[in-house]
């Protein structure tokens, strides 16, 4: 199984440093390959340095300069098609300007075990 997830590439997009590198090495440490952006600019510069699309997107709702989660991931699948989780610290405002059904929304703070099977559950789709 491990051999799977070394194999998948995941962008993890988060403006916060810390949550940025702690995300990041947790699927490091699960096996992933990771790429870890504060921007959806600084993502697409390290994708495009890889030379491959990402298997999945893990992105933050909430993002620097007034953007949000959702708008990077969409911005991302004009490029790539991929699944994409959105993790939100505030319950109520995702919900209320976009459609979630495209999206698998997690809440902060993550519980890795929750996080875990739903990076399972989105690579599997």
């Known amino acids: 199984m491990k051999a799977q997830r070394a194999s998948k590439l995941v962008v993890v997009i988060d403006d916060d440093p810390?949550?940025?590198?702690?995300?990041?090495?947790?699927?490091?440490?699960?096996?992933?390959?990771?790429?870890?952006?504060?921007?959806?600019?600084?993502?697409?510069?390290?994708?495009?340095?890889?030379?491959?699309?990402?298997?999945?997107?893990?992105?933050?709702?909430?993002?620097?300069?007034?953007a949000r989660g959702t708008e990077v991931i969409e911005r991302l699948r004009s490029a790539f098609e991929i699944p994409a989780l959105l993790i939100?610290?505030?319950?109520?405002a995702p919900l209320a300007d976009t459609d979630t059904s495209s999206y698998n929304l997690l809440h902060k703070p993550l519980d890795a075990a929750k996080f875990r099977a739903a990076l399972a559950d989105a690579l599997q789709a």
């Open 18 to 66: 810390l949550v940025l590198e702690a995300t990041g090495g947790l699927l490091r440490s699960w096996g992933f390959q990771v790429v870890a952006a504060e921007s959806h600019a600084e993502a697409m510069a390290q994708l495009a340095k890889q030379g491959r699309r990402p298997d999945l997107i893990v992105c933050d709702y909430r993002l620097s300069e007034g």
């Open 88 to 92: 939100s610290g505030d319950a109520a």
